[in-house]
């Protein structure tokens, strides 16, 4: 199974619940409330790590769960937040919502994604207490986490990509010019999983770029023969790719090779076969004395491709071909990102979710609802305009005809979080 694209399901951490709590002493009577708030929930978070090479992590777990946030206690005791679940992925990971398949973030260069919020711990009793309402014998429930279903993507990062049929000599060459050891077999698809390696310029110890091994491509790869065309995802950023072909005839004719695997890139996106191209001629050394190489040469100028006569075994013409792989880079722009196509707020679970609940406490209408919350972030209550516009909100979501329903009357208190008020129909 090919394990650069998978599937996991995440769940951050629901905030927990305030507590409902009386001051309790000896010599005190009639102690106030003091019910303190939960804890958060813990968060999912996406960090890249460098040292991963695969999403093997994610082979076998699929569902990722972050802690609940504690109780609030007694004492205005705070319960404890839940620490965040950390997802480590290899550098090129895409991000995508499951359900549409857009982007989300492109784990490349990026800094840590929260890709699910834990909820926020409810408040306890002590929080409701109001000069006309000094024993509330409410509390609030802590907040649901986030919880959605993304897809992990790996797509390489490598500045090169050697492309070629099976057999052809990539693994070889990336063998012979980076430090990287990559199985090496006189059969068909030694190759099984994309490999990098780092090449460093012959001359400038300080320049290096990084080469993707892949496996062969045969024809029909695009259409999922062979191993398929799954690998291609790892080379499709590339800048460069160095098309290896086996010159000696042994395995076919050389040019049409060399067709058989631009056709395959153009089946599978054709923007591949625009993709800058150095055509190594491999296996120089057991070249027949009459065999030239001028047709392929000839073959690649006419596709303005770059060419270089190499043998990956003895290493002949192996340090040209690295100096003008780096010449060709340096004209190339930057290893492409993708850009984020939703935000990460944006969760569809979480759109369906509009749901109000609300509970008659001691004649207090407690309404929750977590896109109500979401939305009070960012009102100021102090401001004419944000409190008129907050109203408004209510009335037109359906808050103040679901409160009529539940029996609220003129005068009866209504309590939405942090913000209280007299219901006016
Ligand atoms: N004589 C000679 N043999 C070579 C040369 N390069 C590779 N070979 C041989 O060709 C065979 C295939 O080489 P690999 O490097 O495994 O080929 P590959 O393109 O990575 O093959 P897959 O991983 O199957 O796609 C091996 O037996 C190598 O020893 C070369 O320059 N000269
Ligand atoms: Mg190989």
Request: charged fraction near 30%; aromatic fraction near 6%.
């Amino acid at each position: 199974m090919i394990l650069d694209k998978i599937k996991i399901h995440v769940k951050a951490g629901d905030g927990g619940n305030g507590a409902v709590s009386f001051r309790r002493e000896k010599y005190v009577s009639h102690g106030g409330p003091d019910g303190g708030d939960g804890g958060r929930g813990g968060n999912i978070v996406i960090r890249i790590d460098k040292s991963l090479s695969s999403l093997i992590d994610y082979k076998y777990k699929r569902i990722f769960k972050a802690g609940n946030g504690a109780k609030g206690g007694a004492k205005k005791l705070h319960g404890a937040s839940a620490p965040d679940v950390i997802l480590r992925v290899p550098q090129g990971t895409i991000i995508r919502d499951a359900e549409s398949e857009l982007i989300i973030a492109d784990m490349t260069n990026a800094d840590d994604l929260i890709i699910c919020r834990g909820g926020n711990g409810g408040w306890g009793n002590v929080r409701f207490a109001t000069p006309t309402r000094q024993a509330p014998r409410f509390a609030k429930s802590g907040i649901q986490g986030e919880e959605r279903e993304i897809i992990l993507e790996l797509k390489m990062i490598a500045d090169v990509g050697l492309i070629g049929l099976p057999n052809a000599g990539k693994s070889s060459l990336l063998n012979k010019i980076s430090a990287a050891r990559p199985k090496i077999a006189s059969y068909k698809f030694t190759t099984l999983t994309p490999i990098l390696g780092v090449v460093t310029h012959p001359k400038e110890s300080s320049r290096t770029a990084v080469a993707a091994d892949i496996p062969g491509l045969i024809s029909g790869a695009s259409e999922g023969a062979g191993l398929g065309f799954e690998f291609l995802r790892h080379i499709e950023r590339c800048r460069l790719f160095i098309h290896v072909v086996d010159a000696s005839g042994e395995d076919g004719d050389p040019l049409e090779n060399l067709k058989t695997i631009n056709n395959e890139l153009r089946n599978y996106d054709s923007s591949l076969l625009e993709r800058p191209q150095i055509i190594a001629a491999n296996k120089c050394d057991i070249l027949a004395e009459d065999t030239d190489t001028t047709q392929i040469e000839a073959y690649a100028a006419k596709n303005n491709c770059g060419f270089a006569r190499i043998s990956a075994e003895t290493g002949e013409g192996c340090e040209e071909l690295v100096g003008l792989m780096f010449d060709k880079l340096e004209k190339l722009p930057a290893i492409k990102i993708y850009e984020p196509e939703i935000d990460p707020c944006d969760n569809a679970a979480d759109r369906d979710d509009r749901y109000i609940e609300i509970t008659n406490v001691d004649g207090t209408y407690v309404v929750e609802s977590e896109w109500l919350l979401r939305l009070m972030r960012d009102i100021n209550f102090d401001e004419k305009e944000s409190l008129m516009y907050f109203q408004r909100v209510l009335r037109t979501s359906g808050v103040i005809e679901a409160l009529e329903e539940k029996g609220c009357k003129n005068g009866d208190t209504v309590s939405i979080y942090d913000f209280e008020f007299d219901f006016v129909s």
